[in-house]
């Protein structure tokens, strides 16, 4: 049977008013899972675009690091490339500059991805932190309480690039995935693993997105070339923070910047 995803997105004016939009989302969504469950588990992208929001969350002097329950939170990766914590092109050393450096956090609260291991050795000691943090027995799945998801011009979200081999995997947690065109290895999260989140969301800025963005949100279903199309939660809702340039070729949104789409596939 057919089932409907709604894309709510809401396209804030520029790069500054995305990012402290994603700032709130972030705290927003962390007090929420507090209230639930008493703690809140996040996965976290990286990239110039949830950079500026980590800066906003870190900065004492704006008012989201004070209303951040930060002794109640654990901060996971989506993805990670395989280079040491100290690389300019690691994830974990941007959100330690933009963030955690920054914010009053114990280091059993972090939970990196270790890039500077063997690939799969590092899939593999990922996915045995996720089973243990999480507790899961057997086949059971992690629910994250927040993944943030950023997506690039090809379409790719986290380290699920187009024709990879990680777009068919469905049993493991955390894999390593050889991406051709830029002969690396990166280490990301699963799909299933993504979907199965409480609350997911894009977070997306800048004039090159927004051909991939219709396409991905309104353009037939072809995941083996557009892996974003594989990010349908659990839920049934999936959430897009943009700028108005990635928003371009979207349908348009109210007076207050919010649109919604709904697909069934």
Known sequence: MPRALKVNYCVEPDAVALAAHAA????EMVQ???????????AISGGSTPK???ALL???????RARMPWERLEIFWVDERCVPPDHEDSNYRMTCEALLDHAPLRPEQIHRMEGELEPEAAAARYESELRNTFR???????????VALGMGPDGHTASLFPHSAALNELGRLCVANHVQNKDAWRITLTWPVINQARSVFFLVGGADKAAILKEVFTGPRDVER???QLIRPASGILTLILDRAAAAQLPATDAEGRGFLERVE
């Not at 709130?24 to 705290?27: M, P, Q, T």
């Open 136 to 146: 899961l027995e057997g086949a059971e799945t992690p629910c994250f309480d927040l």
């Open 32 to 42: 929420e899972a507090v209230a639930a469950r008493g703690r809140a588990r996040i």
């Open 58 to 64: 870190g900065d004492a002097g704006q008012p989201w």
């Open 226 to 228: 557009l892996p974003s």
């Open 52 to 54: 500026a929001a980590f």
């Open 24 to 27: 709130r989302h972030f705290v």
